[in-house]
């Protein structure tokens, strides 16, 4: 009977574009907003036309932002000598999370890729270098995934990184807290133990 | 739900939803396999850096509706080298989009298998900013893998009328010979003057071109072949396999492009 109703199929098709969700998770996100009060459903309509309308990119480091600069950027308190590098801005909220790091970010927006077609000038990385030179960077830390990928891009930015002086560092991989060495793979065991400290 | 075994080499990885993969495999019996590995990008994932790209794995695979599904995964070996330069990196990509693009599921590739893991252990292998011994490797692959298709080109006689090359022409005592992409091989004196687009090869290159469809990795690599030289070949073969196999490979232009910024 839905498929008359033209407003409701609608909702069900934007819906589908969404990463994840499918037409049975479409259908039933639908029909439960159907049943919230019209407050509900128009606050809700808001949010998201407030946050298209709202967030860009920070003009520094191109973290998301409401403003030309974002929140670190903004925030006098933290080191400048120190930028940790990302792949994408939803990874700089995972750290911040962690509580541990007071340095500045800079968002790559994605990993350097062959396949996909994806070179130094179309990530961040030509601002990444106008930055460290701009702010005279002591440090910088690679925060990429721990993938083939992550790796190459990695591999990449500390060659150009290193000719400039800068310090590079990269996080640490092996277990995860928490995690069994009985379960543990070969790569992530080795890594664990090339990249063992003293206590 | 039936499960399979198969030694594969992981080729391409996509995220799907929350903490699911697509991983795209190529294994001797079964060909390409896509297949999805639940929870891989969660770090206490039972698969976390078994199923990284370039990994040659032991997996087993349990048939679904529409993907199937890795139930388990143990590495065989790993390439760790080839994340530690880009340029190898770059290579492995050419080689991965190649085999993903001309491969099809369920038909078994022994060959292309086999071709796959030399290739990618010689590329594992390789000093950092050895880029000639890297296009070396290409242009080995290429040739291989163009021969394990069917496609090598016609270098004994012409590949138009059929007549034979070397009672008539300079291959390879003199100067070289002419080459035509569009007809698969060498071109006679008479034939070359109704043909377009001929590419004149000389000695040198004509020389390791005719051997390289025959030749052992280790001979390529221990070759002393120029930069110059090696580019040609890569170049001559790269245009062959993109007319003949009529697909268009990203990494190629990639590589241009990427050679064009010296970025390494």
């Known amino acids: ?199 | 739900m039936a499960t399979y075994k198969a030694k594969s080499i992981v080729l391409k990885s996509y995220r799907l939803g929350e903490s699911d993969k697509i991983i795209r495999l190529l294994s001797m019996e079964h060909g390409i396999i896509s297949a999805v590995a639940k929870g891989a990008c969660n770090f206490k994932s039972r698969f976390s850096g078994r199923l990284e790209l370039f990994n040659i794995i032991d997996c087993e695979i349990s048939t679904g509706r529409n993907l199937d599904v890795i139930s388990q995964a143990e590495i065989i070996e790993v390439f760790r080298g080839i994340s530690s330069d880009f340029f190898k990196f770059n290579i492995s990509q050419i080689i991965s989009e190649i085999t993903l693009k001309t491969q099809s599921e369920g038909a078994p590739s022994t060959n292309i298998f086999r071709l796959l893991y030399v290739a990618l252990r010689e590329i594992n292998k390789c000093c950092p900013d050895a880029n000639i011994t890297l296009k070396k490797i290409l242009v080995f692959f290429l040739a291989k893998f163009l021969k394990i298709m069917g496609y090598v080109p016609l270098f004994d006689s012409c590949s138009i009328c059929g007549r034979n090359i070397f009672a008539q022409e300079t291959v390879p005592d003199q100067k070289g010979f002419m080459f035509s992409i569009k007809y698969g091989g060498a071109i006679c004196h008479e034939c070359r003057k109704n043909v377009e687009g001929l590419l004149f090869i000389d000695k040198t290159c004509a020389e390791i071109l005719i051997s390289l469809f025959s030749a052992k990795i280790e001979n390529i690599i221990s070759s002393n072949v120029t930069e110059k030289n090696t580019d040609n070949l890569l170049n001559i073969l790269e245009n062959y396999f993109i007319h003949h196999m009529d697909i268009r490979i990203d990494s190629f232009d990639y590589l241009k492009k990427i050679e064009k910024i010296q970025l390494y």
């Open chain 1, 1 to 199: 009977m839905t498929a008359q109703i033209k407003s409701i199929e609608n909702l069900i098709n934007e819906f589908r574009k969404l990463p994840g969700i499918g037409p049975k998770s479409a259908r039933r996100i639908v029909f439960y907003l159907l049943k919230q009060s019209e407050k509900d459903i128009s606050e809700f309509a808001d949010a998201l036309v407030d946050m298209k309308l709202k967030v860009k990119f920070c003009k520094n480091c191109y973290n998301l932002s409401e403003e030309d600069e974002c929140l670190v950027c903004k925030d006098g308190s933290r080191s400048i000598d120190i930028i940790c590098i990302v792949e994408k801005a939803s990874d700089v909220l995972v750290i911040e999370g962690a509580g541990e790091y007071k340095g500045l970010y800079h968002v790559l927006g994605g990993l350097l890729s062959p396949i996909e077609n994806i070179g130094p000038d179309e990530l961040k990385i030509p601002q990444l270098l106008a930055r460290i030179n701009k702010l005279n960077t002591a440090e910088v830390i690679i925060a990429v995934n721990p993938t083939v990928e992550g790796d190459s891009t990695a591999t990449y930015l500390n060659k150009i990184l290193k000719s400039s002086g800068v310090k590079v560092t990269k996080l640490a991989s092996g277990l995860p807290v928490g995690g069994d060495i009985e379960y543990a793979d070969q790569v992530t065991i080795g890594r664990a133990i090339s990249g063992r400290r003293e206590m």
